[in-house]
């Protein structure tokens, strides 16, 4: 570690890993080392793992395996909520140098400097209970757009879910220091900031994860609105029953805030809902649901669902199903039911078997298209602003509007981070619309 080496990031999972990748990659950058982007020949690879499925399990193991055919000689670090959870196992990849848990992973360079000739991986992770800490991250990878993490942790005990178990208990970034953040993102030409925690909307609880502070994350909202330098805040996945009618309502006359919505279901019927140990039925989210509609009538809603939880016979899928369908939201992300240890679920009667779950999924993937679709439809002819981004994909470039429609144009550099007003138009081949766009590029 005494000369500048390469080092190359792999992050896996949410938008939350993403920021934190970004704020390690910083320590190294800080120190002279510098940054490539996976896959690259590299002295170093970090691997920013997920656990929330059993396919980013091994997934871990490919991306191992990928850079150390790239680089046999290069020391590999791992990270993230499945090296929390499964450390000695992970410590049983060949060649894995170092893996680091939800406590020490902010101190990888300390870490990577004690790291002497061992063959065998070194493990530093400390039982899950003891992490009673607030690690600020922020992405600045992107010009366009930021992920902001304002809160970390989850004292939800859902039946299906090991992320309380990887990130510990619920606790939250200062007001203060949040909107210092997204200055500094601000600084470096980021116009939109996406707002991540575990729980976003549990934001408010303290450093030690069990006292309140006396703010919440209505009040975060409030303070971002007001923050000049950024032109768009968006909110990340947030539970039903800590999206608010108040922040609703605050979101439909906010000027930064965008009328996009991701919330998590789960389960359309009531039954599954309380087996999973969900904080809500499926009245309250569709009063939510029927809300943002009313207050914002070109919202953009995503939902989160799982398929084939223990329980669930063909009867209570149906019910999903039908309530999904009949909903009036934009896209769905499906995930497949799959057994996690120290679960809950994992005891439960009614396990349903894999082809039926992957069947299941794939009826709801071809329904989110068919949702979506009617989205993008539903906005022909409508007038929006458009924030476009660095891609060029067979000459063409990418935005979303605010109410997160995928709009397309022929590539232009000069529009790269900049917003324009444009009139949606037709479907495109690549499943984005097409757009007329106005004269003058606002910004």
């Keep these: 570690m005494n000369r500048p080496q390469r080092v190359a990031f792999h992050t896996l999972g949410c938008k939350l890993n993403f920021a934190e990748t970004s704020s390690i990659a910083r320590q190294f950058e800080s120190k002279g080392h510098i940054r490539l982007d996976f896959p690259a020949e590299a002295d170093i690879y970090v691997i920013n793992t997920c656990s929330v499925t059993e396919n980013a399990d091994k997934e871990c193991k490919q991306i191992v395996k990928k850079a150390l055919k790239l680089s046999p000689d290069a ?62 991250a922020f992405s600045s990878g992107d010009r366009t757009r930021g992920f902001l993490k304002v809160q970390d942790g989850c004292d939800y005990t859902c039946a299906f879910c090991t992320i309380p178990l ?29 707002l991540t925690g575990v729980n976003l909307g549990d934001f408010g609880k303290g450093m030690s994860g069990g006292k309140t502070k006396d703010y919440n994350f209505f009040d975060l909202l409030q303070a971002m609105d007001q923050v000049n330098e950024i032109d768009r805040f968006r909110i990340s996945s947030i ?17 930064k805030f965008v009328p996009h919505f991701h919330i998590p279901l789960q389960s359309g019927s009531d039954t599954i809902l309380k087996l999973m140990k969900r904080r809500y039925l499926t009245a309250l989210y569709t009063s939510r649901i029927t809300n943002i509609i009313a207050r914002m009538p070109d919202a953009c809603i995503g939902v989160d669902v799982i398929t084939g939880f223990p329980g669930e016979t063909d009867a209570e899928f149906e019910k999903t199903y039908a309530y999904l369908r009949d909903l009036p939201i934009a896209y769905l992300h499906v995930f497949t039911y799959s057994e996690r240890t120290n679960t809950v679920a994992v005891e439960m009667p009614g396990k349903v078997e894999y082809s039926i779950r992957k069947e299941r999924t794939h009826r709801l993937r071809i329904l989110s298209e068919k949702k979506l679709r009617m989205f993008y439809e539903s906005q022909s002819g409508k007038n929006g602003k458009v924030l476009w981004e660095g891609d060029n994909k067979a000459g063409f470039m990418h935005g979303y509007t605010r109410n997160y429609v995928k709009v397309r144009k022929p590539f232009d550099a000069g529009s790269i981070n900049r917003v324009s007003d444009i009139l949606l138009c037709d479907i495109s081949e690549d499943g984005s619309v097409n757009v007329m766009e106005q004269e003058t590029i606002m910004s």
């Design 75 to 136: 020391k590999v670090v791992i990270v993230g909520c499945y090296a929390q959870l499964k450390p000695e196992k992970i410590a049983g990849i060949k060649g894995v140098s170092l893996v680091l848990g939800a406590s020490e992973k902010f101190r990888i360079l300390e870490h990577l400097h004690e790291l002497g000739i061992e063959s065998e991986a070194q493990v530093h992770a400390c039982e899950i209970g003891t992490v009673d800490f607030f690690m600020d």
């Design 166 to 194: 990887a990130r510990g208990k619920s606790r939250s970034d200062t007001i203060e220091n949040s909107v210092k953040n997204s200055q500094k993102l601000a600084v470096e030409g980021i116009k939109e900031i996406v």
């Design 239 to 255: 539970e039903p029953n800590l999206l608010t009618d108040e922040i609703i309502d605050f979101v439909s006359t906010s000027n």
